[in-house]
């Protein structure tokens, strides 16, 4: 790794920072933009970038910064109920960048990689969910995953747009270069 492939992560953490902002208190669970964000760097940097971006902003919350959703932070926030979905945007992302790297940065293929990363996360997060808050498997998918499925495909479509036209254009300006 070289000074660039730190900064483009950097970036990438700030990215899932920024989104994080964007949040519908919805109980148990709220609605943010962090998965759009994971989804979108995953797409843009790739599975060893992408998930070390969000091994950076998973840090940088665990020791207090403002940087999950409503601008709180503490590593309290990864051992409460939503720390499952804040756990599982490391292989969410690592599984959607690793896909792409194995098949191809195409719209299809992101597309694909974006549901399965959104699926992944939603897993980890419903899992966990159900042991911390004490609830049934039935009960965790009922307010920790179904309500966030349609809205989790558009923001994986965004992802999926956004985040190939972005690399398709850090690759023409040779900021990014192709690992497969």
């Known amino acids: 790794m070289n000074v660039k492939d730190y900064v483009l992560a950097a970036l990438g953490a700030a990215i899932i920072a920024m989104l994080a902002q964007v949040a519908i208190p919805v109980p148990p669970v709220p609605f943010t933009g962090q998965t759009l964000a ?21 840090l940088l919350g665990a020791v207090g910064l403002p940087v999950f959703a409503n601008f709180s932070g503490g590593f309290a926030k990864l051992v409460g109920p939503t ?52 609830l049934t498997w039935v009960g965790a998918v009922a307010g920790g995953m179904t309500p966030f499925i349609p809205l989790g495909l558009v923001k994986a479509a965004l992802a999926t747009w956004l985040g190939i036209y972005v690399r398709n254009r850090l690759m023409q300006a040779k900021l990014l270069v192709a690992t497969n």
């Open 38 to 58: 994971i989804g979108l760097v995953a797409t843009i940097l790739g599975p060893r970038l992408g998930t070390l971006a969000v091994a950076v902003y998973l």
């Open 83 to 134: 720390g499952g979905y804040l756990i599982g945007f490391l292989p969410a992302a690592y599984l959607t960048g690793l896909y792409l790297e194995k098949t191809s940065y195409t719209y299809m293929q992101a597309a694909v990689a974006n549901i399965i990363g959104m699926f992944v996360a939603l897993i980890f997060g419903t899992l966990w969910l159900m042991f911390s808050a004490e």
